[in-house]
């Protein structure tokens, strides 16, 4: 948490000793919610209030550093600051890297069959190029101000694997999980089993699984004129950029990965 808040603090003031007034700072939907509550309609006016230093630590830590934009801003009331709050980022990555990132290690898991099952899990989806363009808008905006959430749309752990199943081949989807555990009582088997977890997964699973998540992305739509493109589209991308890379061995088809077309197989 201290490292966190202690860096966005020390780049704001570098900002300022700079003379930089214009700023946007990534913050996170982790920001926003912790636990989701049935009915609600996440906004920017939410915060996360769940998180401490001795539950959900790596999300207490993204309240925190936005808080602490919050009291720069406060205390420089001349500067415009923007905070956007990304929901779980999907598409290709640009880099060439062989670290696969928090949600396309994800997918990564799924392919390979690390979960034996669907669970009632909701899952809020962007794709990293509508976050990026994001970040732009609201720089080159006069008018933008406060918080952004910054996601495309919320889907189930069912729908994702189910989308999945519908679009690589059988022998591909292989290891995707066939199985439901997204009623009631597979929630209640889920919970359960969660507890045998390492910490992080456990807090993760009771916070989230059994619970329908709702988030409104209205503002960055009607304020930034941010226009996503289908989920469908960058979870498509996910997949050929995993193969592409070799983490996965795929379907033969044409994968655009950096510098050109690569056939993978």
């Known amino acids: 948490v201290e490292p966190a808040v202690q860096g966005t603090s020390t780049v704001l003031k570098a900002c300022k000793k700079q003379g930089i007034k214009n700023i946007v700072v990534t913050s996170s939907v982790g920001a926003v919610y912790e636990q989701p509550v049935a009915g609600h309609l996440y906004t920017e006016a939410d915060w996360n209030t ?12 993204k309240v925190q550093a936005e808080k602490a934009v919050w009291k720069f ?4 009331p001349d500067f415009k600051i923007v905070t956007l709050c990304p929901a779980a980022l999907i598409g290709p990555q640009h880099h060439p890297t062989t670290v696969v990132d928090s949600v396309k290690s994800g997918v990564l898991d799924a392919f390979q069959g690390a979960y034996p099952a ?4 909701d899952l809020p989806l962007v794709d990293v190029r509508d976050a990026a363009l994001a970040h732009i808008l609201a720089m080159e905006s006069t008018t933008a101000k406060g918080r952004y959430i910054v996601c495309t749309d919320v889907w189930s752990h069912r729908k994702l694997m189910e989308f999945y199943k519908s679009k690589v081949s059988k022998q591909a989807g292989k290891k995707l999980p066939k199985r439901g555990l997204d009623g009631k009582i597979g929630t209640s088997l889920v919970r359960f089993l969660a507890n045998f977890q390492p910490r992080g997964i ?9 619970r329908k998540l709702q988030m409104d992305n209205s503002k960055v739509i009607m304020e930034l004129g941010l226009a996503f493109r289908p989920l469908e589209e960058g979870l498509m991308e996910t997949y050929d950029d995993l193969v592409a890379k070799g ?5 033969t088809r044409n994968v655009k990965v950096r510098g050109g077309v690569e056939k993978a197989s």
């Open 50 to 61: 769940g998180s401490t230093l001795k539950k959900g630590t790596y999300l207490y830590s």
């Open 73 to 76: 801003a406060e205390e420089n």
């Open 118 to 121: 669907m669970m009632a899990l």
């Open 202 to 210: 456990k807090e993760i699973i009771h916070a989230n699984v059994g």
């Open 247 to 251: 983490h996965l061995k795929g379907d």
